[in-house]
């Protein structure tokens, strides 16, 4: 049977995947070719990756629990893959959360166990790079433990040139107030034509590469993303992997790599340029496991964005490559104002129970892959941190109002001090 399968490969195909297991270095134009496999070489592509992650990581799979904070929808940038940004007379949607509304949802985040938040906003205009710093103060002032995951490079960017500082030393000061990693977002697709495209006015490659590297280069660590199912091609995907393993072998300073399907409901890139309606699910499988091949052993996590591909689809990317199901997020306004429906909050007990679903084992992670609990036995598993939701039951009454009667309300856990 297993000589009927492996015969049914593609022979090129067959070649690299073996490659791949043995250690050997995928080129970008071998990445190009897996990233249009399709048929069995799909398939055996997702089995080879799967094994590849099995050997990099075990069988964990991890998750942090973290809170978005968004401070403000202002921005004038004009992506037009964002259905976030709002314009100044934009009045009945617009925001910009003053430090008590973000201390706020530290708070609150952390009532529900969270050990990182990530804070990201538009580019208001009337910003200056003292306000990027005076977050971090305020939220290091009251939480000084909470790790900070803040500011893209394309906010560092607009920050970095009203400073007047050298870059190294502006990304030194953000360290110092309390800054401890950055997302590697703002990333896209990172080929200028592409990018002219999808935002004219977005910092463009070579300066997303050396801010990475600067922030790199003073021991701030980041992720790196990529966003892909609009207009780009596999030779886009292909190149953009292979500068995030460049720059990896030089630095060393990504934690992880994140692919990001593109989100087409509401925004221009879809309604009005043409792109095409997002990954399907075949290319979002074939993005993790080609960059689990294609990373290794530089770069070993691979996280799902459950936000855009959803929970089982997630489940499946975690049997294609990827070792980390990303963070709880607790509130998610980017994806959503492009129009993913797949929530804004995954609780950790989600997790858990999502990641038993495909028998691994889950862990509960820092934002810098460092183990906080790995949960073997569900029997141990902690109380949820969770508001309490009340059901609206259906079904016919004279069944279900007898159980009801007789079950306890539940009571809320307090949590930990």
Not at 244 to 268: A, D, S, W, Y
Not at 285 to 296: D, G, K, Y
């Amino acid at each position: 049977m297993f000589d009927q399968l492996t015969s049914a490969l593609s022979p090129d195909v067959r070649g690299l995947l073996e490659g791949a297991l043995e250690g050997k270095e995928l080129t970008a134009a071998g990445a190009q070719r897996l990233l249009g496999a399709t048929g069995m070489d799909f398939h055996a592509l997702m089995g080879a990756a799967d094994l590849a992650r099995q050997r990099d990581c075990g069988d964990d799979v991890s998750y942090v629990v973290c809170r978005n904070i968004n401070f403000t929808n202002i921005c004038y940038v004009g992506c037009s893959f964002c259905g976030f940004a709002r314009h100044k007379d934009d009045k009945e949607d617009v925001f910009d959360r003053s430090h008590d509304e973000i201390l706020g949802k530290c708070k609150d985040a952390i009532e529900r166990g969270a050990t990182e938040i990530c804070i990201q906003g538009g580019i208001h205009p009337n910003k200056t790079h003292e306000h990027y710093r005076n977050i971090l103060k305020a939220v290091k002032a009251v939480y000084p433990d909470l790790h900070i995951h803040a500011y893209s490079p394309e906010e560092m960017d607009f920050a970095h040139k009203k400073s007047g500082m050298e870059l190294s030393e502006y990304l030194q000061w953000l360290v110092d107030a309390g800054l401890g990693t950055m997302p590697g977002t703002a990333a896209e697709i990172l080929d200028d034509e592409i990018r002219d495209i999808l935002a004219p006015n977005k910092l463009k490659t070579d300066r997303w590469v050396e801010i990475i590297k600067a922030a790199h280069g003073i021991g701030l660590r980041s992720t790196a993303t990529i966003m892909y199912g609009h207009i780009e091609k596999a030779q886009h995907v292909a190149a953009h992997l292979d500068l995030i393993r460049e720059i990896q072998k030089e630095t060393g300073g990504f934690t992880e790599f994140v692919p990001l399907g593109f989100i087409h409901e509401r925004n221009l890139l879809f309604n009005l340029l043409g792109a095409r309606p997002g990954p399907s699910m075949e290319e979002d499988l074939r993005v993790i496991a080609v960059s689990r091949l294609f990373l290794r052993p530089h770069l070993t996590n691979i996280q799902v964005s459950w936000v855009k591909m959803g929970h089982k689809l997630g489940q499946m990317a975690l049997c294609a490559g990827a070792n980390d199901f990303g963070g709880t997020l607790m509130e998610e306004s980017i994806s959503r104002e492009s129009g993913s429906d797949h929530g804004e909050n995954t609780p950790p007990e989600e997790f858990r129970r999502l990641i038993r679903e495909i028998g691994r084992t889950p862990v509960e992670r820092t934002t810098l892959y460092e183990t906080i609990q790995r949960f073997e036995d569900p029997a141990l598993d902690p109380p949820s941190f969770e508001p309490v939701k009340e059901v609206d039951l259906a079904g016919p009454t004279r069944w279900r109002k007898p159980i009801e009667k007789a079950k306890p309300a539940p009571v809320a856990e307090a949590p930990a001090a």
